[in-house]
């Protein structure tokens, strides 16, 4: 094909993608369109005088359907792309001596707020870039984060992006099976575009700020300071002196990019005071003043084909989408979970269908729909729930607005594997050198069955099997043999008792009781006298921990701690608690300063414990101290500085540590 024919061809596509996608419709995943406009870039470049005209890559958006058009004060463009360390060096290289921020590039869709006199006056969509939609109404009713007054005089316009957060995101999605949503950012546009706020109410959205207008003689002149000092949360901006600090920037939000509660699909670079921005000026669609740099993608789209009924340790059967491999969140995904069958009913997912798949931060990667039912070819095939359970063939019952099926028959061979797997697990008894593998040709022999029958396992009994060696079977008793160790907390969490949660061994621990056999003779108001333990779990628990007597019995009997563990037990602080009343966070590698070794997290924690403090998962305006161990995260430090939190080394906590004899 020659060139002109190609560049006329993806131009013509990128309009009808990029229609479909501003209309809350998407035909294909972000990543998919992105190779579409590099390849239409890269063309137009080696052909300049080929560029199709109109150029999409000249323009913003689309020309949205605009219920309440409002023209914007100064065009809200899109951003330049980098993908290679060289293009932020040569950003640097435009602006000698001047100020960067580096910040995340949130996925939402961008809002601009205009106040006047002090008053949020309107709040309007990009839509064309200089035309957008007046969506006042629903942003007073459903985004947090936009004050209705801001102490400024005369007119101020604040420029940043609503998202919805991955929490609302995910609560939304299981309260309403029925009705699911693709992904935050499609949730964040639809919902600025219900007609009614009242059938939206759920999808709460959150802005945050990273632009800044106002009259060019007042306030302050860094945009960070500016925006906060008028009250808005603000885009997580950190100032980089030169290209080195800013790659280490975007380095450092990508990784941190699982953590958060919000969707970004890459760092922004901008000029950290508002006058250079200013007077850097724009091209046809972008700022000079502003680099995007993008990360891998999070959703890509692949083809559905087969899906799998799998049995869990609780019985459930749950729909497993084989996938042709895809690339996306860093790994290749083969595997993605469907969630159950109104899941798949609402999202109308057949096999043979190209679905779009997420895998975002640290949730297991799921199929969140199909994008272009346009492509199908009649070939596709319907997903049939199981009537029966596929390991035991017992009939299956429903459960749940959002119907999941359930093998309730305990002796179900798919369950015992999993059950046993789970006893075997990290976070339960640990048995590190027997995987999953190895479980299941022992419980296909026969030999487990419970997790009991680990502690009457002999190295002359796994040797009669093929394929093991001398070796590996002793390495196998020892690991069973270390993990009688299992007590009161973990094994409560390995037992995989409905509904009681690895919190909930926690506070069973906390709350006094001795052992499993305490708990399972409680009674239900013992156990909802627990913090955080209502009716349900504790009738759960000691439904299952009945039903299980005889197995803690076999437990005990081949000397299995069932018993709570010092660690587990509500530290005992020290008298001069050196870290008495403080709330601290912990970051970065820790490691005994006496012997060089590394210390787990946990075991520090339950130190400084000891000593008195209160431990915080994240720095907060209530956090008293952060302590630094090796190789600490830029954006924990920046954080604290903002707050005032005061920063110690955790050289100086050990010295603490020892000298009041906690560790
Ligand atoms: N799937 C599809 O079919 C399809 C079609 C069209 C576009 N898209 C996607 O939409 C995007 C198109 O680019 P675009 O021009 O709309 O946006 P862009 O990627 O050029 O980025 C500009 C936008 O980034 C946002 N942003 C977030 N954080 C920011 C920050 N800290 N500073 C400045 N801006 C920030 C703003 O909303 C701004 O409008 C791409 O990600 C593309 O993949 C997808
Ligand atoms: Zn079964």
Redesign the pocket.
Known sequence: MKAGERIQELADRITE??D??YQGA?????AE??VIEDELRGLIEANPELAPDPNPLEQ??APAVLHAPIRHSRP?L??EKANRPEQVAAFFGRFPGQPVVV????DG??LALVYENGRLARAVT?GDGTTGDDVTPLVRALTDGVPERVDAPGRVEVRG?AVMLRSTFAAYNTAHPDKPLINPRNAAAGTLRAKDPATVAERRLRFFA??LDTDPDSGESDLDRGLRTLGFSV?DMRHCADADAAQEVIGSIEQQRNELDYDL?GA?L?LADRAAYAAAGTRSNSPRG?L?FKFAAEEKTTVLSDVVWDVGKTGKIAPVAWLEPVFVGGTTVTRATLANQEVIRARGIKIGDTVLVRRAGDVIPFVAGVLDAAKRTGAEREIVPPTECPSCAQPLTEQGNSRELFCTNVACPAQTVRRLIHWASRAAADIEAVGPVWIERLAEAGILVNPSDFYSLTKEKLLEFDRIGEVSAVRMIDSIAVSRQVGLRRAVIGLAIPMASEGTATRLCRAGFGSLEEVADAGVDALVAVEDIGPKVASSLIEHLTRLRPELERLRERGVSLDVREEDLPPVVVSDAPLAGKTVVITGAISDPRSGEKVARPTFQRLCEKAGAAIASSVSASTDLLITGADVGASKLTKAEKLGVEVVDQGEIWRQLIAAGVA
């Not at 998407?26 to 972000?30: E, R």
């Not at 910040?103 to 949130?106: F, G, N």
């Open positions: 993608l990029r479909a996608y998407p035909l294909v995943a972000d369109y992105d913003v958006g809200m899109s951003l910040m995340p590039k949130l869709l961008s990009r992006e990273f632009d885009a699909d922004v901008r502003a995007a």
